[in-house]
């Protein structure tokens, strides 16, 4: 008899056990967003937690530099850098994960939690330091 009645609770413990994973991870989803020391936390919490090692930086602002102006004379243009596209202000990223070197994450995993918690508008990008 105590055989029946605890393969008739096995069920209702598996979708007990199912609810409670889910309401854990729905409660951390909710105290989290897209602040930058909330996502720093959800990915450090995610992919880092032994050292915390995940950064977010504010995105580089660089202006364009022209080299070539119509009726202007030749001139000494000095040291030029050349940036990616991601580098300029208009065009550029909102902000920097840096992620250590040594870590090994699925990045796709963590571009998924990053679009999770970041605003619509914010565009980043993912580099290792």
């Known amino acids: 008899m105590v055989a029946w009645i605890t393969s008739l609770c096995y069920p209702i413990e598996e979708l007990y056990d199912s609810w409670s994973t889910n309401r854990t991870d729905n409660l ?5 967003n897209g602040q930058i020391c909330y996502l720093r936390h959800a990915l450090n919490f995610e992919f880092d937690p032994k050292d915390n090692g995940i950064k977010i930086e504010e995105g580089n602002q660089y202006k364009y530099q022209y080299i070539y102006l119509e009726n202007v ?14 580098d300029y202000g208009d065009t550029g990223v ?7 070197k040594g870590l090994i994450y699925d990045d796709y995993k963590m571009r998924k939690t990053i679009d999770f918690y970041k605003l619509a508008s914010k565009r980043y990008k ?3 330091y």
């Open 126 to 128: 993912i580099e290792q």
């Open 94 to 100: 909102d902000f920097i994960v840096k992620v250590p």
């Open 28 to 32: 951390f989803k909710l105290k989290h």
């Open 73 to 86: 004379q030749p001139r000494f243009l000095g040291t030029i850098y050349l940036y990616q596209d991601s």
